[in-house]
């Protein structure tokens, strides 16, 4: 049985920075470093950080991290978080994704330019996502976020709209919706479309349908949460139906693996190598 691990996959520019910053962190403060949320949507990954030293903590833990250092991760955070640690004496160790951070302030100005003409913000993207929680918030939350084209109900097509996206939803979906938006909207003109999506994720969706295609069987790795994720394994099945979707080696099922003669693993960009690296030599060891 032969075994590729795709070169393309693992983490994006975001992660790997937060990572990276993370790993200074905890070298020059001796581990004393809290993460508000986990530093990435990868339970293997969180864990052998939190081996290191770095704590995972919510926002209702704040007020015991007085004099403590925060670690903001690549997700980005509302500007209430901000000044709440600030408000608390916590330095914060801003590791927000450069473009999340150029996304963010394209939201306030789509905001701005929305409320001189009683429009409304749009947003692609998974609500309750980090993320999406940060964007919203950059504007007191006064946006509406779809996920679906079944959302497009919750949009009034008779004002202005400004349509943007969470930066790893997928390019498919968004110009899908932009085209429905489109039809629906009383005058072309009212509607702005501003496609903010990460290439850096989303030129990834090719490359990953093409590696998919050259194998018996896919096996993509990443975490539950990771929404990039979900996008991505939606891809990998759309070109091989037997892609299967695991978080670590022990979900490896025999079965899988019958009759096959070649196998591609792949991942999110929340997928560290070092987890793919893992899963390959598991197959090797179990299942050749």
Known sequence: MYVEIDQNSGFCFGVVRAISRAESALEALGGEVYSLGDIVHNRMEVQRLESLGLRTVNHEDMESLSGRDLFIRAHGEPPTTFRRAEELGI????????????????????????????????????????????????????????????????????????????????????????????????????????????????????????FAERFDVVIFVCGKKSSNGKVLFDVCRGANPRSYNIEEESELQAEWFEGCQSVGICGATSTPAWLMSRVAEAIERKFR
């Open 91 to 210: 330095r914060v160790i801003d590791a927000t994704c450069p473009v999340v951070a150029q996304l963010q302030h394209k939201v306030v100005a789509a905001y701005e330019k929305m409320k001189n003409v009683g429009g409304q913000v749009v947003i692609l993207g998974k609500r309750g996502h980090a993320e999406v929680v940060g964007l919203t918030g950059q504007v007191d939350d006064q946006v509406i976020v779809i996920e679906r084209e079944e959302d497009l109900r919750l949009i009034n097509f008779s004002a202005p709209v400004f349509f943007l996206s969470q930066t790893t939803q997928s390019i498919g979906l968004f110009w899908h919706l932009a085209e429905r938006m489109k039809e629906l909207i009383e005058d072309e003109s009212m509607l702005t479309v501003n496609d903010t999506i990460c290439r850096r994720v989303s030129n990834r969706e090719k490359a990953l349908r093409e």
